[in-house]
């Protein structure tokens, strides 16, 4: 599951992402409440949110550097 993000495009991250945040928040409201199968899933998913975070991050450095390129070409 770790590298499976990284062959994604930047809607389909962010898409993702949103999706795993809505899945988390759901999951407290579930430990909260009542009983869950798997406590640890709360961590994994906490996790898949970070590199998700991260991968989304990242493009949105390359794509503002590359418009920084574009305008000092221009100029």
Do not use: C, W
């Amino acid at each position: 599951m770790k590298n499976s993000f990284k062959n994604l495009s930047f809607a389909e991250l962010k898409v993702k992402r949103d999706e795993l945040n809505r899945k988390y928040m759901e999951l407290r409201f579930k430990m909260v409440i009542g009983h869950v199968e798997n406590p640890l899933e709360k961590r994994t998913m906490r996790r898949q949110i970070a590199r998700l975070n991260t991968l989304v991050r990242g493009q949105e450095i390359a794509q503002a550097k590359a418009q920084l390129k574009e305008l000092a070409a221009k100029a």
